[in-house]
């Protein structure tokens, strides 16, 4: 019997609809159930790629004992944590105080239904208790138990634990002037948690915390720099360490592109196998700059197979990018006709036994794969079959006797041949919801790295992307009078976008121009930056908030700087409006950005780690990288802007004629006849330049590069 979940948009609810659990969404129905019939609120918070979340669907949310229990003792409640991080956010922070420990997905959490404060929290839950956790069926009892007998108990749990979220969200501790700069602080974190075997942040699970290492790569500098410190030197390695452990391991898919979520070991060989926009939106740019920064071929490859990744595996046939694979999937064998249907399991679409591996490659290939890909070591994925890594490389194989052109040739054949075998296979599930966050995102990122490594085909689907979100998640119901939306999905928009939605799409706007300059996108940019003003910023604290001011209303309103796998939102934010500010002379923007980053100087020093992109945001600010404006309209300045725009060490943009009066120093280079260029310092702007090699030597004496 179909529950309420049916008319979501989230694919991940419709995996839930046919449940017998009387499933609601997250809605202002469900919630006066719960308080008119007096019954707690079973709240569920997954999403769609999340294999632990389809474990405990099978094993609990589709057994008809176990969902009698739920639909008779609480109001159910579904929400996908991706179209709804505002819930995810304070109940993974209730969780945490509740328990003790970090969360994760499923969560699973009781709320009392006359103010939603949470009173019993874990993530998952076997059906029968097991490696010390209790079976759900048992923590259903056990929780109703409490309900009608120690209510009094649970609601001076709530009270304490309400007050807990609320000092943890209001808290605004003053910088302590003895704690010292903390970037040197997360350096020094950054040194006692490297993985100097394996590259990377800590033991098992490891995840490639894209935020930490975008702020790496901006503490690292330019090589050729004079200003370049042993701080920058370290920060290097350790990037560098990094990318080179994660481009050659598991983490990566060596047949298909892109990157997984995490790897259950310290080794980075074995993924959890899901795919998602999220990592792969931040990991096309951090390996591009990487190219660039080290001339290294190998992390321009890295670079060109996820951007292939995200055009083959997530472009919508409608434009944009979904939003995950799923870590499951069918074996490679399944058969409709067998009595039982087969059940998906994780990795199968990835990995492979060594008759699988054979029988796809020539036979004149398979030595040198073998070698390649580590099928000629023991099995790597449950002992008795291989997920691919690059276990030796191309030098090694080259050693060995054999032509570097050739080998490299040969390695191209067997990775396609394997390919095109493994597209026959079940695929994946894919959740083909487009966000707006995420979407900006990728659509930064494949502007950032198609500017840095000239492929205009990049910046180009960057811009589509882009315009996609604006104008079916900004403009039309913006035009309708409903608001920015967060979600898009088969012609249907859904639930109000965050502030990490309007910063993303900022950020994205300050990338866009740079490739190409375009009228509306100031014109975008100037309307978001003032819509994070008027909804999501509080002067008096300064305070940027996750939720709009009219959002609904929920426990805490969460406040947005500390990364997650994605970085924070009020950081995005600032890098947008520093960027704004210096390139329209509009201080308003600046002032605002420092009063964000002043706001939370305490927690910048508290918890550097989890502000990494924060501290990168401060740096747009107190040390902004200089500002080149290329006016006129000639084949000079499209020149000029093509040698200029692949440098990651200066903004450059090439603005043409205009139809509309442009604010600040773009007046002054804007419709100009003759090829000048403006290089501007934070506010300050300098004389006008009208040679080229003025131009390089200019910034080549603002940035103390050594060469010339």
Known sequence: MPNRLRDSLSPYLHQHAENPVDWHPWDPEALAAARTSDRPILLSIGYSACHWCHVMAHESFEDEAVARRMNAWFVNVKVDREERPDLDRIYQLAHQLLTGRG?????????????????????????????????????????????LNRRDELKAQNRQLSEALEMITARRSSPDPAAGDPEATLLGQCDARIDRRHGGFGGAPKFPQAPLLEWLGARAGDPASTKASEGDEQAAQMLDDTLAAMARNGLFDHLGGGFFRYCVDAAWEIPHFEKMLADNAQLLPRYAEAAVRWGRDDYALVAERTAEFLAEELELEDGGLATSLDADSLPADADDSQSEPALAHEGEYYVWTRQQFE??????????????????????????????????????????????????????????????????????????????????????????????????????????????????????????GAGPRAVWRAGRSAHPALLDDHAALLFAA????????????????????????????????????????????????????????????????????????????????????????????????????????????????????PLVLIGGGDDRARQWHARLRGRPDVHCYRVERSDTTLPGPLAGVAGRPETIAVVCLGMRCLAPITEFDDLVDELARQLGDARR
């Open 103 to 147: 969360g994760g997905w499923p969560l699973t959490v009781f709320l009392d239904p006359t103010d939603l404060s949470a009173f019993v929290a874990g993530t998952y839950f076997p059906p029968q208790a097991r490696h010390g956790l209790i079976g759900f069926p048992d923590l259903l009892e056990r929780v109703h138990d409490a309900w």
């Open 359 to 480: 029988a796809c490659l020539d036979r004149d290939l398979l030595e040198l794969a073998n070698a390649r890909f580590g099928l000629d070591g023991p099995a790597n994925f449950e002992g008795r079959r291989w997920h691919l890594l690059l276990a030796r490389s191309l030098t090694e194989l080259t050693d060995a006797g054999h032509d570097a052109d050739q080998v490299a040739a040969t390695l191209e054949r067997a990775r396609r041949q394997l390919l095109e075998c493994r597209r026959r296979r079940p695929r994946p599930g894919r959740d083909d919801k487009m966000l707006a966050g995420l979407n900006a995102l990728a659509a930064a990122g494949l502007v950032r790295a198609g500017r840095l490594l000239g492929r205009d085909d990049w910046t180009g689907r960057g811009e589509t992307i882009a315009d996609r979100v604006w104008e079916r998640l900004f403009a039309e119901p913006l035009r309708s």
């Open 510 to 625: 300050t990338e866009l121009l740079q490739a190409r300059w375009r009228d509306d996108w100031l014109e975008r940019a100037e309307a978001l930056a003032g819509r994070i003003r008027e909804n999501f910023h509080d002067a008096a604290t300064r305070t940027l908030f996750l939720t709009p001011h009219d959002h609904e209303r929920l426990p805490i309103r969460p406040t947005a700087n500390v990364d997650d796998a994605t970085p924070a939102g009020a950081a995005v934010a600032v890098r947008g409006l520093a960027r704004l500010g210096h390139l329209t002379g509009n201080a308003d923007w600046l002032e605002m950005a420092r009063g964000i980053v002043a706001g939370c100087a305490g927690e910048l020093q508290r918890a550097p780690m989890a502000c990494a992109s924060m501290l990168l945001a401060r740096r747009e600010i107190d040390d902004p990288l």
